[in-house]
């Protein structure tokens, strides 16, 4: 049976493989990305980046959470974001941003 026919007749087969994805090591991609907002963000207290192209680099998707984004509109937040990743996202099709302030 194709791997294809596998995840339509079965998509707990697709759910343990994405669990199994993210149980391990970071892509390149996710490690420069995380590598980049690490440094423009040091006060970060959380920062997910995960590559959901399925690996190529295409889109990712990005959860951070800092005290450099308290008194800003999301709009602000998501700009200082895109601003920090700028040379990065030259090379994306997409990218998603969910970003929070730390609760005091």
Do not use: W
């Not at 192209?53 to 998707?61: L, Q, R, V």
């Not at 984004?69 to 099709?93: P, S, W, Y």
């Amino acid at each position: 049976m194709s791997a294809l026919r596998t995840i339509r007749c079965n998509p707990q087969v697709l759910c343990r493989s994405l669990i199994a994805r993210s149980a391990s090591s970071l892509t390149d991609g996710e490690t420069r990305l995380k590598r980049v907002l690490q440094e423009k963000f040091p006060r970060a207290s959380s920062l997910k980046v995960v590559d959901i192209s399925g690996g190529c680099g295409a889109m990712y998707e990005i959860h951070i959470e800092s005290d450099e984004f308290r008194g800003k509109r999301t709009v602000q937040q998501h700009q200082l974001v895109n601003q920090a990743l700028k040379d990065e996202i030259k090379a994306m099709h997409g990218l998603r941003i969910f970003t929070d302030v730390p609760i005091q």
